[in-house]
């Protein structure tokens, strides 16, 4: 596997649900982020990890719950979600959380997990 | 608080034409990277180009190239005899240098008419 892994690409669950998305990335990158991308709106940022810390929660409800185990795993467990959270959720992976002036920090995406709430 | 702007939701173009997609974005900083990422419809997004905003010369990728205009805080995307496989949506997106945070702009969902 090379790049950013994201399973299952396709998930139906109901409201009552509890289910995990998972992202793996092969890049010994320092830094990894959830994105959700929702029908004819710009990319939400909803959390992001630096060498495993937590360094962002972008006002992110508490039905999504991010776990960073290691540097190369990030998960986004999912419990009592709404019908609106049906959404595209991209994971993405850089270098490292903090840039520096002679650098940039690409960002590398996975294939995305498309979620459904019934 | 930096925002992007891409101003056009939809443009098209044909086969072998050139088209520009546009990008403003508002930033009181002085050091930052703009990117141009394209998500075809495999959902998985891919960087096209990337430029610094110390750097003058417009950064350039085959067939990709784009004009930016620090002063009028614009960047926009050349794509140059465009190709089938260029269909896709385009996304405009800021980070500033100290901070890992990518801003992404709305997106242009870009057809290629054969």
């Known amino acids: 596997e090379t790049g950013v892994t994201q399973t299952p690409r396709h998930l139906v669950m109901g409201m009552t649900n509890k289910k995990s998305l998972k992202c793996e990335q092969h890049?010994?990158?320092?830094?990894m982020y959830w994105y959700k991308q929702s029908a004819k709106k710009p990319l939400e940022l909803m959390f992001v990890?630096?060498?495993?810390?937590?360094?962002e929660n972008n006002s992110v409800p508490s039905r999504f719950s991010p776990e960073c185990p290691n540097s190369s795993h990030l998960f986004l467990h999912l419990h009592t979600l709404q019908p609106e959270d049906s959404a595209l959720y991209l994971c993405?992976?850089?270098?490292?959380?903090?840039?520096?002036?002679?650098?940039?920090?690409?960002?590398?995406f996975g294939p995305g997990t498309r979620l459904t709430v019934l | 608080a930096q925002t992007v702007t891409q101003s056009q939701p939809e443009m098209s173009v044909q086969e072998a034409e050139t088209v520009t997609l546009s990008c403003t974005y508002d930033?009181?900083?002085?050091?930052?990277?703009l990117f141009w990422y394209k998500q075809p419809p495999s959902r998985q997004m891919i960087l096209v180009i990337r430029?610094?905003?110390?750097?003058?010369q417009n950064a350039t990728e085959n067939r990709f190239s784009v004009n930016f205009q620090k002063a009028a805080k614009s960047f926009s995307l050349k794509i140059s005899d465009s190709q089938l496989g260029d269909a896709a949506m385009y996304f405009c997106?800021?980070?500033?240098?100290?901070?890992?945070?990518?801003?992404f702009g709305p997106g242009t969902s870009l057809s290629v008419i054969p």
């Open positions: 997106a800021y980070i500033r240098t100290s901070y890992d945070k990518v801003i």
């Open positions: 890049l010994g990158h320092n830094a």
């Open positions: 990890y630096n060498f495993k810390e937590q360094t």
């Open positions: 993405a992976s850089s270098q490292d959380g903090i840039l520096a002036l002679s650098s940039y920090n690409e960002q590398f």
């Open positions: 430029q610094e905003a110390y750097k003058q």
């Open positions: 930033t009181s900083e002085s050091d930052y990277y």
